[in-house]
């Protein structure tokens, strides 16, 4: 599965940016689409999951103000940010597992928010 993430920028406190993650693979095909996000010098964390029928789980710090959803038509994923802090600076990673359970990442896009 390949998949590509864009959307990422630089953007100002309380600010909005709508990642997409567009994936090779049919979402039929698709159990489970994740954005993780990674800060310089941490770990990378999750951020949001949905699931094949569209259950959703937020990290504590998102809650409230990001928003995943996916569409199939179009085999792609969204994370809409809004009310953006600088601490949700980091490079922001599309992930998704198959049924079969296969892992897929993509490269990652930069999300910058000024102070």
């Known amino acids: 599965v390949q998949l590509q993430a864009s959307g990422g920028g630089l953007v ?5 940016l709508r990642l997409s993650c567009e994936t090779s693979e049919s979402t039929f095909r698709i159990a489970r689409f994740g954005w993780y996000r990674q800060a310089p010098g ?3 964390e999750l951020v949001a999951i949905i699931s094949s029928g569209g259950i959703t789980t937020y990290a504590d710090s998102v809650k409230g103000r990001f928003t995943v959803s996916r569409d199939n038509a179009k085999n792609t994923m969204y ?18 597992q198959t049924w079969s359970g296969v892992n897929s990442w993509g490269k990652g896009t930069q999300v910058t928010v000024s102070s």
């Open 12 to 16: 100002q406190t309380g600010g909005s």
């Open 42 to 44: 941490k770990e990378r």
């Open 79 to 96: 994370l809409q940010m809004n009310s953006l802090k600088p601490e949700d600076t980091a490079v922001y990673y599309c992930q998704t």
